[in-house]
């Protein structure tokens, strides 16, 4: 690895001296380097200004680390238009057969133009939040804490790499800039919106949130760089002029890939099935072990957000579930149309997980399927506080069906995860669209036999048997 990147900086050097000749590249980054912290330090003055005159301090003390934050993120944003165009730009250019022509190795190379793009506008973004303390010091006489620029220097770094990374990625596998730049929709967008997220924790002031903003950035870089190096081809770079969009062909993948290896029922099943299951296992083991971190995390919430004993009226539940176990909220118990409305819930949480894990490696599925798991942890530390056993709990309440829904979810994260690691995984027999088509095979047909049979068969139990058992167990 360290000969990868010493090699790697011959074409990080190169790069870099070509981008301080450019003033396309370098009058951006001055003027957000300098400009814009002077105009974020003339915003927090006025701020601080105003609520002073209301006794309301807090608010510039929220704000004056919003506006850090915003100064560091600012600069990095340049990353993007030179990243998208670190290969695919000298192609459009016919700069980059002499390049690819280099006795460099294809890891050594890719590595080289991700440092490249990824350096100056990090420097610049360094440079921004320095003129900025040095600024709102002088004007208001703030300093932060150590933590605290730790902590905004370190997202503004991931931050970078995140996005270096995916546009990276983008221009090594588009064959123009106008394709590239019409990609890039799928990196800003989602970059806005966690710039949103971290903003209301910096507005709330827990800032100890940031530091998982900060390891999940850092892990979505990490894929996003390996799914590069995995994919990077110099000949596939040089040889395709124009991207299609082929559906007979990928039908005919999926198809293929959905039916799998074709014989007797039974055999097709264990091949094609039981095959997959297998190959999937420690996927399965490690949404098993989200899932019961899931559950714990949730748990020590209960100590943190607890409530009040006279809030949870046992009494009062065994009563309400003597007279109303029928109809609890939108839920009818005992009713086919209680199983449609469980099933369709459930089905509509895993389309979401899935999609989600589309666009993010598997990470953002995997969070949103072991959320409930973390409520049913919360709510079972929450019942013990009361003097119920958790076990009296769960299985007045989960277990019943937990027995059958709790795998499929399981299923269906080890599925996502996988759909995910497709991405990241060198296959030298298919490209990278070709080997996710495939996967996505994998993914409707384990779906379609096994999980949504499990759903159903879980929504039944919910409807019909887990009532009767909170019943016996409360009522007495």
Do not use: C
């Not at 003027?31 to 309301?56: E, R």
């Not at 610049?124 to 933590?147: A, M």
């Not at 971190?293 to 009494?315: C, K, N, R, Y």
């Amino acid at each position: 690895m360290w000969i990868n990147l010493q090699k790697a900086m011959i074409i990080t050097r190169r790069e870099i001296r070509d981008q301080f000749r450019d003033w396309r590249i370098i009058t951006p980054i001055i003027i957000l380097t300098v400009f814009f912290p002077g105009l974020m330090n003339f915003t927090a003055q006025q701020a601080v200004d105003f609520v002073s005159k209301y006794g309301a301090a807090v608010i510039a003390d929220r704000l004056i680390p919003f506006l850090l934050m915003v100064v560091g993120f600012f600069p990095i944003s340049v990353s993007l238009v030179i990243a998208l165009e670190s290969f695919v730009g000298e192609k459009e250019r016919r700069s980059i057969e002499p390049l690819l022509s280099s006795p460099l190795t294809d890891v050594q190379l890719y590595l080289g133009k991700l440092m490249a793009v990824m350096f100056p506008p990090l420097i610049g973004s360094y440079l921004g939040i320095s003129v900025y303390l040095i600024g709102v010091f002088r004007q208001v006489g703030w300093v932060p804490d150590t933590t605290l620029l730790i902590q905004v220097i370190a997202l503004a770094t991931v931050q970078s790499l995140v996005m270096v990374s995916g546009a990276v990625v983008v221009s090594s596998q588009t064959t123009s800039v106008r394709a590239a730049n019409l990609l890039a929709s799928f990196i800003i967008i989602p970059m806005a919106l966690l710039l949103v997220g971290e903003s209301m924790i910096m507005f709330w002031a827990r800032y100890e949130v940031l530091w998982w903003a900060i390891f999940g950035q850092a892990i979505i870089a990490w894929l996003l760089i390996r799914t590069g190096i995995a994919h990077f081809n110099r000949e596939e770079l040089l040889g395709i002029e124009l991207d299609t969009l082929n559906f007979p062909w990928a039908w005919q993948v999926f198809k293929s890939a959905f039916i799998g290896q074709p014989g007797p029922i039974w055999k097709w099943w264990r091949i094609n099935v039981w095959g997959t299951l297998i190959k999937l296992k420690w996927s399965i083991l490690l949404s098993l072990l989200f899932t019961i971190a899931g559950s714990l995390i949730g748990s020590t919430q209960a100590e943190v957000f607890s409530i009040p004993a006279d809030v949870l009226d046992w009494g009062y539940l065994e009563e309400g579930l003597v007279t109303g176990i029928e109809e609890i909220g939108p839920i009818r118990f005992f009713s086919i149309e209680g199983i449609g409305i469980i099933f369709i819930h459930n089905l509509r949480a895993i389309a979401l997980a899935s999609l989600l894990g589309v666009f993010s490696f598997g990470v953002l599925g995997i969070i949103t399927l072991v959320l409930p798991f973390s409520i049913i942890g919360y709510f079972t530390a929450i019942a013990s506080q009361t003097g119920l056993s958790p076990w009296t709990f769960l299985l007045g309440f989960v277990i019943p069906h937990g027995i059958v829904e709790v795998p499929a979810i399981i299923l269906t994260g080890a599925l996502i995860i996988h759909l995910g690691l497709t991405l990241v995984s060198p296959n030298d027999n298919y490209s990278i669209g070709e080997a996710w088509i495939r996967t996505l095979g994998d993914w409707t047909r384990i779906l379609l036999l096994v999980v949504i049979p499990l759903l159903l068969v879980a929504a039944f139990l919910e409807v019909y048997i887990t009532p009767l058992v909170a019943l016996e167990i409360f009522s007495k």
